[in-house]
């Protein structure tokens, strides 16, 4: 599933209650991530994106958070929202548009630059 708004939010919850290298380790781990596979150095967003990257592609995002539900049950609204718009692919459309369009510029960049060379060698 692509990145998409319920990501984001997960992202910033997440990082806001485990902001340790330790606990985002730990935390993903317990949901079932290999410890090879995992690219936490870094701030702790930065971290949260990669482990929820690979969750997502392991279908484990759901396992995160019920985790930190479990952990901070002050917050389980929160990441229940959160987790029903990743699921619910809120956003998702909007990502792939905006990936689709930054594609779209480095192509043309590189397709213009090209004809520049072309005319100016010709």
Request: proline residues 2%.
């Amino acid at each position: 599933m692509p990145w998409n708004n319920g990501l984001t939010q997960l992202q910033y919850e997440l990082a806001d209650l485990y902001f340790r290298e330790e606990n985002i380790r730990r935390v993903a781990v317990e949901a079932g991530i290999s410890p090879a596979v995992l690219d936490i150095d870094g701030a702790a967003l930065t971290a949260w994106y990669n482990v929820l990257r690979e969750a997502a592609n392991r279908e484990k995002v759901a396992t995160i958070v019920e985790i930190a539900k479990a952990e901070f049950p002050t917050r389980q609204a929160v990441l229940t929202r959160a987790l029903a718009q990743h699921e619910n692919g809120v956003g998702a459309w909007e990502a792939a548009l905006a990936e689709f369009n930054r594609l779209l510029a480095t192509y043309f960049t590189q397709i213009i630059g090209g004809v520049i060379v072309a005319v100016v060698t010709a």
